[in-house]
């Protein structure tokens, strides 16, 4: 006997077939509306998996995007910084190589002095720039001024050597700052050296120390008689020969002469500069007589004079005419001096210099002082002193320009990489549609063929379902 199926199973047939069209017509309508094959995990759990880590990547690449474009400005703002501050030391360099000219007197070297000060007090405000409440070369320490200026005019630095860096990828950490104590305190420690206007030379054993020492030496007496009948005037007191020195009266000429000095001619008899006449040697010694008494005749006689030094604010000592590395510790700054006093020929202040070590407001501060010229020096002594100046600004200036290389290649290394990050987002979105997304074309397709194997199910159905009395009487 045949199977007859009952009305109930022909029913859940037509059921179960119209709701999976229906979900199919459901499920293509979603994708062509969205544009996504993955709507949920259930749909491709492994696509899904890939979708989640794509987009992890895409939301890292755009913090770091995000992070460079914060930290561009910084850059800039220290790239604009130190142009000026370069430009401000170039005024300087110019303003001192003015200063050296023969045409100056000690009134335009003076006035050099004050329009150094002033420029030197515009580069100080550079050196504090700031962005954003940040100030831009203090190293990791951007909540304080970096350079503050002390007592005497004395610029200390109080940031630190740190670089602040930015993760812009994997291991990729691009710095955005630019230490102060690389541009504006740059060191290169080379030695000592000194000026030697008084001929104290470098010692044969090393010395320690940053920075410019003061060295003092001072002429305590003159001991000797000129002869002729020529005395000291003022006992020596205010002579600055130190070692042996021979005066050559010529009685023939009227000149006398100290050491290898230029001859001068003696006053006539009665004449009040007799009293205080002042001869120089070679080395720019000098020593006061009173020829008043002089007799006619002509002699050679030897003057020695003896004195004391010191470093910085130290103590004065006797000066050791023997000594190839005479110890001078000056108790400011720590420095200790080993210095050749063996050829010492007369007072002044000479400078020694550890090269290298010279921030550049220091180095400024040396060019201001010696352009006043408080001690009284001739041009060739202060050129002379200037050399140590002028390098240990050049070297700053250069280290100010290597800044400025720094920070500009840090910008460009920025904008390089938010380019190449740009490029792997864009790589990332690709295999992220390639991932997730679906063809709208195939889309319509799909949809267009599950509405019409809905409409055929339920089409189907519908004859499947039409019944009358007649089949209940079978």
Do not use: C
């Amino acid at each position: 006997m045949p199977l007859r199926p009952t009305h109930a199973a022909i029913y859940g047939l037509v059921q179960s077939n119209l709701e999976r069209r229906l979900a199919e017509v459901i499920r293509a309508q979603e994708q062509a509306a969205t544009g996504k094959r993955i709507l949920r995990p259930s749909d491709d759990p492994v696509g899904a998996s890939a979708a989640i880590d794509l987009r992890g990547e895409q939301s890292r690449i755009a913090r770091w995007r995000e992070t460079a474009s914060v930290s561009r400005p910084y850059l800039d703002a220290a790239n604009s910084a130190l142009d000026s501050a370069q430009e401000l030391v170039g005024q300087i360099r110019a303003l001192t190589v003015q200063g050296l000219s023969a045409t100056m007197n000690d009134e335009d070297r003076r006035g050099l002095a004050a329009q150094l000060e002033s420029i030197k007090a515009s580069l100080v405000d550079a050196a504090n720039s700031s962005f954003d409440g940040k100030y831009l070369f203090g190293g990791t320490v951007s909540g304080t001024k970096p350079f503050h200026a002390g007592s005497g005019g004395r610029v200390a630095y109080r940031g630190n050597d740190g670089v602040q860096s930015v993760l812009l990828g994997l291991g990729v950490e691009v710095p955005i700052n630019v230490p102060g104590s690389e541009v504006f305190a740059a060191r290169d420690p080379r030695g000592l050296s000194i000026s030697g206007l008084s001929g104290v030379r470098v010692g044969s054993a090393p010395s320690g120390g940053d920075g410019w020492v003061s060295i003092d030496v001072r002429h305590d007496a003159t001991s000797g008689a000129p002869g002729s009948g020529i005395t000291l005037a003022y006992g020596g007191s205010r002579d600055s020969i130190l070692g042996p020195r021979a005066v050559v009266v010529d009685a023939e000429a009227g000149t006398i002469r100290l050491g290898n000095g230029p001859s001068i001619k003696l006053p006539a008899a009665g004449d009040p500069a007799g009293a205080d006449l002042l001869l120089r040697d070679e080395h720019g010694a000098v020593v006061h007589l009173d020829v008043r008494g002089y007799d006619g005749t002509s002699s050679t006689t030897t003057l020695t004079g003896t004195g004391s030094i010191r470093a910085g604010s130290g103590d004065y000592v006797p000066i050791d005419t023997g000594a190839t590395a005479f110890e001078l510790v000056d108790p400011s700054s720590g420095a200790v001096l080993r210095v050749d006093t063996t050829n010492v020929v007369r007072s002044t202040q000479d400078v020694a210099r550890f090269a290298g070590t010279i921030d550049l407001f220091t180095a400024i501060d040396g060019i201001i002082a010696d352009l006043r010229n408080d001690q009284g020096l001739s041009l060739d002594e202060i050129q002379e002193r200037m050399d140590a100046r002028i390098a240990e600004l050049v070297r700053n200036h250069e280290a100010v320009l290597s800044g400025m290389g720094r920070a500009g290649a840090a910008a460009q290394r920025l904008e390089a990489t938010d380019e190449r990050l740009s490029n792997q987002e864009l790589t990332v979105a690709g295999r992220l549609s390639a991932v997730e997304d679906v063809d709208i074309t195939d889309a319509i397709l799909a949809l267009t063929r599950a509405q019409q194997s809905l409409e055929l199910a339920q089409s189907a159905g519908a004859r499947l379902l039409q019944t009358s009395f007649l089949d209940y009487l079978r």
